[in-house]
């Protein structure tokens, strides 16, 4: 994203629209590739006894459970993984698999009715993905892609609804993670309907740097402007402009694709609408 962290002159930008042209053909070539959804046998297995209790144990959906009701629903999942930017659910499928992410990232998303992609949230290992609270007829509301190479457990939605309806507290943790998405959901439509763009983009990075569990300065935030501008409800050129002017201010620096934090306190003064020094850029 290096090169993502300046002014994009207009030849260039006839590129990029070019590349974004070959992208889409990509994904859709993807799209149309069905996950790896074999059966692994035990010698081959991506995940062993022992990780897959501790995942049980350690996912926030699972806690508080019996060793006995870990162990049943440990007996019941599959093993999945899926390769990078590979479609896992597709808008409008049919309600398909519970799935627990190993290790990895995926993105959730929409279509906008302009065509474009918007991302509601990116989800990493330990969360829950797929048909969770979903009805049996229904269909995703959203596109699920991995964002890098995922390993996942997976549970058939009918056997996951039969646990469910067994176990108070299994139910309880269902309830209490869909009431945590939303509140992530409303959070952003309040903030696209009363803040200016730069503290939206703040407060975009810094719940991404609270994802990642990381505490103190330089955390990584993986993400393109692009898809940045997809979470913060503003255009890539907008992005990049901030974060060159956040680069000068040691507020954060390029790295891999990404950025990096380097001053979480700076950061949060911008989310929280604090005046910026006066070279800052202005924002409409």
Sequence with gaps: ???????????????????????????????????????VSRTVSLINATERQHLLQSAPIFRNLSSSERCEIGSLAGERRY?????IVNEGDKRGDVLLIVSGRVKISQTSHTGGEVILRIRKAGDV??????????????????????RALHWKAEDFDRLCSFSTTLHSNVVQDMNNMLRVLQDCFCELATLKVSSRLARTLLRLAEQHACEGQNVPIPLTCEELGQMAGTTLFTVSRLLCKWTEMGL????????????MVGLLEVADGSPLPANALPVA
């Design 252 to 263: 954060l620096y390029s790295a891999n694709r990404g950025i990096v934090i380097e001053d």
């Design 129 to 150: 993905v797929g048909g969770l609270g979903m009805s049996p007829r229904e269909a995703h509301s959203s596109t699920i892609r991995a964002m890098e190479p995922c």
């Design 1 to 39: 994203m290096g090169n993502a962290l300046r002014m994009i002159p207009e030849p260039e930008l006839r590129q990029n629209c070019n590349r974004l042209t070959s992208r889409d053909l990509e994904d859709r070539l993807l799209a149309s590739t069905p996950a790896i959804d074999n059966a």
């Design 83 to 87: 390769s990078s930017r590979q479609v």
